[in-house]
Every structure is written in C-alpha cells, then in structure tokens.
Antibody, heavy 120, light 114 residues
Framework: EVQLVESGGGLVQPGGSLRLSCAASGFTFSNYWMSWVRQAPGKGLEWVANINQVGSEKYYVDSVKGRLTISRDNAKNSLYLQMNSLRVEDTAVYYC?????????????WGQGTMVTVSS | DIVMTQSPDSLAVSLGERATINCKSSQSVLNSSNNKNSLAWYQQKPGQPPKLLVYWASTRESGVPDRFSGSGSGTDFTLTITSLQAEDVAVYYCQQCYNTPMCTFGQGTKLELK
C-alpha cells in the first residue's frame, strides 16, 4: 500500500525549533519529488516546500525562506522539514505529499498530517 | 508568483443537481511543450487530507467517479460535479505548480447541501 506517515509535530514556543519527518512506503521513494503543504486551523491549503529526487533542488514559499528547510534521506525513505525561528503564524497541520511531474505537477499521495502549534 | 482565485467561496446545491466551481490563474498554466494545462483539483473532507480528483485540468484520477469533470485552458478552469451526492460535501481546491515547481492553491470553495 502506498503510504506517507508524518510525525514530529507538537507544541513549541515562538522562536523555537521542531523537526518533522515523513516516512514513505509502498513506492520507490527516490523516484519522486516530495513536498510539504500546510493548513492553518480553519484555513485553506498553503504549499510550503518542494524537493527533487536527489535533494539538489529545493523551493520554498517566500514566508518560510531562511527558517524552514526541506530535506530527504532516500536510504531511509524519509522526508524532513527542519523548522527554526518558528512564529505563531506557522501553526498548522503539516502534510507530506508526493509531487508527480508527469501529471502536471500534482500531489497524488498525501499523509494524514501532523499538527504544529506555536504558542507561548 | 501565480495567484489562483476560486469562485464562489461557498456554494449550496441540492442533491442530484449540478455544482460548478471556477478557478482563475493570474498567468497562463498552459505548457507549450505538450499543450496541456498544469492545473489540478482536490477534494478535502473535514479531518481528512486532500484527495486528488483531476490533473492536467481535465484528466480524472483513477477511482474518481465520472460525475466529476474538469475543463478550461490557459487561465480559466472549471470543476463540475453533475448529480451531486451527499458524500460530495467538502471543500474543493485548485492548484498549480507551473513553470518552476513553486506551487499555489486557490483559497478553496466550500460545497454544501441545499
């Protein structure tokens, strides 16, 4: 079964750090671009970051540049999001998703999400 | 950056009736290399992750009922649900990652039963 499972969310104070993980299974992880997408409580979807198959290309939404870092370990079939200098406005459910270029850059597989709460 | 604007923000439709959701992009998302539009539609139900419904603007994902259809080209796109079912109540999003893989979503359209 093709699956993505996120972990690492929690409560953190403003200015703090957190590392999210996403474990992939059921497909050849190293063949795909991967992404993080977030959703603030009661709000819409916001794309956060993309990474290519080997980790040499990374793209971020402007609001997280310099604070959040996407990475991957193909040997462990895992995607990561290092979150530093967190702000209240980073509070959201963070989804890991598979980005497929061959279908016009669409996200075809999503995890269930992990909640990040930034609050004092 | 490409901005995606959906209309309406919310929509109430009776069971068995048609629902139409629009999405407008601030720039064309038509790929000149294959003449296809890099535009996708998603359905999200409460407490669940989004689900891919349509890609390339009009190609249904495997397993998606044929009452869902996508259309449009360039900057104007439509998701149509014919004969609305109760399980179609959800929020719908359009999305693009055109040109470089920096992506944007529309703000979402909430579909409810009338």
């Amino acid at each position: 079964e093709v699956q993505l499972v996120e972990s690492g969310g929690g409560l953190v104070q403003p200015g703090g750090s957190l590392r999210l993980s996403c474990a992939a299974s059921g497909f050849t992880f190293s063949n795909y671009w991967m992404s993080w997408v977030r959703q603030a409580p009661g709000k819409g979807l916001e794309w956060v970051a993309n990474i290519n198959q080997v980790g040499s290309e990374k793209y971020y939404v402007d609001s997280v540049k310099g604070r959040l870092t996407i990475s991957r370990d193909n040997a462990k079939n895992s995607l990561y999001l290092q979150m530093n200098s967190l702000r209240v406005e980073d509070t959201a459910v963070y989804y890991c998703a598979r980005l497929v270029l061959g279908i016009g850059y669409a996200f075809d597989i999503w995890g269930q999400g992990t909640m990040v709460t930034v609050s004092s | 950056d490409i901005v995606m604007t959906q209309s309406p923000d919310s929509l109430a439709v009776s069971l068995g009736e048609r629902a139409t959701i629009n999405c407008k992009s601030s720039q064309s998302v038509l790929n000149s290399s294959n003449n296809k539009n890099s535009l996708a539609w998603y359905q999200q139900k409460p407490g669940q992750p989004p689900k891919l419904l349509v890609y390339w603007a009009s190609t249904r994902e495997s397993g998606v009922p044929d009452r869902f259809s996508g259309s449009g080209s360039g900057t104007d796109f439509t998701l149509t649900i014919t004969s609305l079912q109760a399980e179609d109540v959800a929020v719908y999003y359009c999305q693009q990652c055109y040109n470089t893989p920096m992506c944007t979503f529309g703000q979402g359209t909430k579909l409810e039963l009338k």
